[in-house]
């Protein structure tokens, strides 16, 4: 049933692998979910007197963590809030709020409902609200699940009946599946923001906000309306993505250039890969792709220690493809490989190696997984070699005699 707001009298608006260790069981070790349906902070700053403030806590507001594995729900008959002589500028029906984890499924859940909502600024005056939004129903969903080690998040936005007004105009409909972060014009209405299906992401997790109003210096007659109404917020982590179970083995390569790089000669990059354990990292893959102003031609691979192997017969193909399989690379141990090429026409050549950890594994400090080496190149031909002219021993005393001459030149005007 579509709210017809757009109607509304001010009492209206008052209602308001095999080489690898054997796993246990894939699964997040932790995970948290937060939801409430709506919360404001607002502020009327009032010419000479003092502001009016009004404030209506996350209502009502759910907070969990895994593990142990939560399913929590809450709900209220309605909200309200009034501020000042604007009255009333929120009120709601019934407000629900549900919050889930699973960990054997990886994965966490948080959704909001807010029902019959009415959001309005409606001074006390003959003159049209300059705002009225109203919604049937407002849900907002946020979902973080764990996928092969990383955290994947999607949220959504749903409205039912949706619609706004700005300065008493007939109600416009809003779109009952916003795309993320879909600002909604305000055209005429100076310090006001609306977001629809606010998603917000982070490496662990996600916040989707349903409806997020700001208002930003809103003139409202002489006085300036400030501050955030949030409806249906819905947050979900997985702050541990780390299969339990996993091996774990920090992994890493470091890449220099032997000598300077001159253009049309060879230059040579060492690629140093190690595994600091604690398991072992067999099958770890390195890369190295093409690179503009460098020809590779030769690739090698040696002085493996504690245990390592070096892939069989390795070609620069695969480094700079699907990358070189090192078959055995242990906890505390290492190899090279030398890679040469030739330098072509640059100031520099900028080139980048990358390993990356069997499937099944985590490396606690992905950081070191990738190193670039930036060398600058000399003009062809190399550096230049500066000739100094010798003298030979008749230039020698020639010169010899001239200092002396000079000298005693000097010695002579310093005695007058």
Not at 51 to 70: K, S
Not at 195 to 219: C, D, W
Not at 287 to 314: E, K
Not at 375 to 388: C, M, N, T
Request: a negative charge.
């Amino acid at each position: 049933m579509p709210i017809r707001f757009f109607s509304l009298t001010m009492s209206a608006l008052a209602l308001a692998s095999a080489s690898l260790p054997i796993l246990a069981a894939v699964q997040a070790t932790s995970g948290s979910a937060q939801a409430h349906a709506v919360s404001a902070n607002l502020t009327l700053d009032v010419p000479v007197l003092p502001d009016v403030v009004a404030v209506l806590p996350p209502v009502p507001a759910l907070l969990a963590t895994a593990p142990p594995d939560f399913s929590q729900s809450d709900s209220a008959a309605n909200a309200a809030l009034s501020l000042g002589s604007l009255g009333s500028v929120l009120a709601t029906g019934v407000l629900e709020v549900n919050v889930s984890s699973t960990l054997s499924a990886d994965q966490v859940d948080a959704v909001a409902t807010t029902n019959n909502l009415v959001l309005g600024v409606a001074p006390v005056t003959p003159l049209p609200p300059v705002m009225a939004l109203g919604s049937d129903v407002v849900t907002a969903r946020a979902m973080a699940r764990c996928t092969a080690g990383n955290v994947v998040v999607s949220g959504s936005t749903e409205l039912v009946g949706a619609q706004l007004s700005l300065l008493g105009a007939v109600g416009v409909a809003l779109a009952s599946n916003p795309a993320p972060n879909t600002q909604v014009p305000v055209a005429g209405v100076l310090g006001l923001s609306i977001t629809l299906n606010e998603q917000i992401a982070t490496a662990t997790g996600i916040t989707v906000n349903a409806i997020h109003v700001r208002y930003l210096n809103l003139p409202v007659l002489a006085d300036l309306l400030s501050g955030d109404i949030i409806v249906s917020h819905a947050v979900a982590s997985m702050a541990d993505c780390t299969p339990a179970g996993s091996p774990m083995g920090n992994i890493g390569v470091s890449k220099t250039a032997q000598g300077p790089a001159t253009t049309g000669q060879s230059l040579t990059f060492l690629i140093r890969v190690n595994n600091a354990g604690p398991a072992a990292a067999h099958g770890t893959v390195l890369t190295d792709p093409d690179i503009p102003n460098f020809a590779p031609d030769s690739l090698s691979c040696g002085n493996a220690t504690g245990g390592a192997v070096c892939p069989s017969g390795p070609t620069i193909a695969a480094l700079q493809g699907a990358g070189l399989v090192i078959p055995s690379l242990p906890a505390n141990s290492a190899l090279e490989f030398l890679l040469t090429g030739a330098v072509g026409a640059a100031s520099s050549i900028s080139n980048t190696a990358t390993v990356n950890v069997p499937p099944g594994m985590v490396d606690p400090v992905p950081a070191d997984n990738i190193d670039t080496e930036i060398a600058p190149v000399l003009p062809g031909g190399g550096p230049v070699a500066l000739s100094i002219p010798l003298l030979d021993r008749s230039g020698l005393m020639l010169l010899s005699l001239m200092l002396a001459v000079i000298g005693w030149a000097t010695l002579q005007r310093r005695l007058r």
